[in-house]
């Protein structure tokens, strides 16, 4: 079931979060290397759940839960630009031991949807092009996310 935020739901979906980051968070420090990965993540363990809570408090109306039988299973943030007509997805994460399929399709189901209801003409998502965020481009695909740029980040050490 699809349902709108409430403040009840804030610690939950951050911890959510929090989890469901940790294997891409394992990837960019690998990639990166520990000195640059602490730069850029100070702290892995709470840095999702911050940039959750910072929406959440900002746009509490732009985030949706879904729930399964009484628990919070995922969640979804999202942006609308009524001048671009352009919405965008933002973070959005299924509990990594939810154990059930098909949640994030509903969430992207449900936030498309009220895209259109409120006349936006494109809906955005960005994800990573390494092997941790390839689940992700995976959903965004089957929920119909077609038109791609692909980008890369470059650094050097100094």
């Known amino acids: 079931m699809i349902r709108n935020y409430c403040k009840e739901d804030l610690p939950i979906i951050m911890d959510i979060g929090n989890r469901a980051w940790?294997?891409?968070?394992?990837?960019?420090?690998?990639?990166?290397?520990?000195?640059?990965?602490?730069?850029?993540?100070?702290?892995?363990?709470?840095?999702?759940?911050?940039?959750i809570k910072n929406h959440c408090e900002t746009h509490?109306?732009?985030?949706?839960?879904?729930e399964e039988n009484?628990?919070?299973a995922g969640f979804v943030t999202f942006y609308?630009?009524?001048?671009?007509?352009?919405a965008v997805i933002g973070n959005n994460?299924?509990?990594?031991?939810?154990?059930?399929?098909?949640?994030?399709q509903?969430?992207?189901?449900?936030?498309?949807?009220?895209?259109?209801?409120?006349g936006m003409k494109y809906a955005k998502v960005t994800t990573g092009l390494d092997a941790a965020?390839?689940?992700?481009?995976?959903?965004?695909?089957?929920a119909g996310f077609n038109i791609k740029a692909e980008n890369v980040t470059y650094y050097m050490k100094l």
């Open 22 to 51: 940790q294997g891409i968070y394992d990837m960019y420090n690998a990639a990166y290397g520990e000195e640059l990965f602490k730069l850029i993540t100070p702290n892995r363990h709470s840095v999702k759940g911050e940039q």
């Open 60 to 66: 509490p109306d732009w985030i949706y839960i879904c």
């Open 70 to 72: 009484g628990k919070i």
């Open 80 to 86: 609308i630009n009524e001048t671009e007509r352009i």
């Open 93 to 104: 994460a299924v509990d990594p031991q939810c154990g059930l399929k098909g949640i994030g």
């Open 106 to 118: 509903q969430m992207y189901r449900a936030v498309l949807g009220y895209f259109r209801e409120k």
């Open 133 to 142: 965020h390839a689940p992700a481009r995976r959903a965004y695909e089957r």
